[in-house]
Nanobody
């Protein structure tokens, strides 16, 4: 099994930046795509960005141009650099690792964008 632990969330002012980290452990060789999702109160969980094992990336329209997903396979960690944050980016951000047999999720990290 894969275990995921997110970190890096917090309170930031509009226009500010945060970098989220997601550290994977366990059956890391099983991992293919890794992705960041977010969920705001009363809303469904949406995919923010994803990255393949070879480094190909894909972004939601809301993240394109502001967020950057990256992956350090040596450290078994995926990052989400978030710039130009807006109040509507406030959410719990969760990391997902996809294997051929299952998906693993982290517990999430809270991001609050407010002045």
């Amino acid at each position: 099994q894969v275990q995921l632990v997110e970190s890096g969330g917090g309170l930031v002012q509009p226009g500010g930046s945060l970098r989220l980290s997601c550290a994977a452990s366990g059956s890391i060789n099983d991992i293919g795509v890794m992705a960041w999702y977010r969920q705001s109160p009363g809303k469904q969980r949406d995919r923010v960005a994803s990255i393949s094992s070879s480094g190909n990336t894909d972004y939601a329209d809301s993240a394109e141009g502001r967020f950057t997903i990256s992956r350090d396979n040596a450290k078994n960690t995926v990052y989400l650099q978030m710039n130009g944050l807006k109040p509507e980016d406030t959410a719990v951000y969760s990391c997902r690792a996809v294997t051929t047999r299952y998906s693993a999720w982290g517990q999430g990290t809270q991001v609050i964008v407010s002045s």
